[in-house]
């Protein structure tokens, strides 16, 4: 079994900064890449931020500049580092990791629970 455990969310004022935190745990041989997402209310889901496992980066352009994706060592926790926090960044942010389980012969797509994230003075 492979679990997904965020921390970091919160309310934060404008211009403020969080820190988000994804550990990732179980029976795992690979992780191929991990990411952020977030859904913010009446809007789809859409990528944040995403790390690949030769540490290549993407970001979406709303949030270039302002917030940066890192990962650990062993490469199982995923960071997210929000700074210069705008009222529209405020949703729920989802970790995701592309993981090859033991016993699998595929990656398979995992998430995270949701962490609320609100921006607001």
């Known amino acids: 079994q492979v679990q997904l455990v965020e921390s970091g969310g919160g309310l934060v004022q404008p211009g403020g900064s969080l820190r988000l935190s994804c550990a990732a745990s179980?029976?795992?041989?690979?992780?191929?890449?991990l990411g952020w997402y977030r859904q913010a209310p009446g809007k789809e889901r859409e990528l944040v931020a995403g790390?690949?496992?030769?540490?290549?980066?993407n970001y979406a352009d709303s949030v270039k500049g302002r917030f940066t994706i890192s990962r650990d060592n062993a490469k199982t926790t995923v960071y997210l580092q929000m700074n210069s926090l705008k009222p529209e960044d405020t949703a729920v942010y989802y970790c995701?990791?592309?993981?090859?389980?033991?016993?699998?012969?595929?990656?398979?797509?995992?998430w995270g629970q949701g962490t609320q994230v609100t921006v607001s003075s």
């Open positions: 179980g029976s795992i041989v690979s992780i191929r890449s």
């Open positions: 995701n990791a592309q993981i090859l389980r033991t016993g699998r012969p595929v990656y398979t797509d995992y």
């Open positions: 790390i690949s496992s030769g540490g290549t980066t």
